[in-house]
């Protein structure tokens, strides 16, 4: 399975950006995905994931009504729409695919990973 995330930028404070995540290699049928999240200095933390069915959105409390995450079965494709963007979401974002059956916000439960792209929200 191979991911590959792109759509990061430089925004403003209050702008929105949509990060897609094309998935080759496994249909998304048969793949849980998540958006984990990782700023200069600190640890990699999870931000969103969609089950395998599509029936089952996870976000962390820090996004909860900004961020959406849908997917386009027919592109293969996972998105990460983000509202009201703060200064504070300032990371590189990466999709990660997961194989287990249950949708978890444990990025050890995710065994492949796309490369990152980088979101800047200037303040």
């Known amino acids: 399975v191979q991911l590959q995330a792109s759509g990061g930028g430089l925004v403003q404070a209050g702008d929105s950006l949509r990060l897609s995540c094309t998935v080759s290699g496994r249909i998304l049928s048969l793949l849980n995905i998540g958006w984990f999240r990782q700023a200069p200095g600190k640890e990699r933390e999870f931000v969103a994931a969609?089950?395998?069915?599509?029936?089952?959105?996870k976000y962390a409390d820090s996004v909860k009504g900004r961020f959406t995450i849908s997917r386009d079965t027919a592109k293969n494709t996972v998105y990460l729409q983000m509202n009201s963007l703060k200064f504070e979401d300032t990371a590189v974002y990466y999709c990660a695919a997961s194989t287990i059956v249950e949708v978890t916000t444990a990025a050890v439960r995710y065994r492949n990973w796309g490369q990152g792209t980088l979101v800047t929200v200037s303040s």
């Open positions: 969609i089950s395998r069915t599509g029936s089952t959105m």
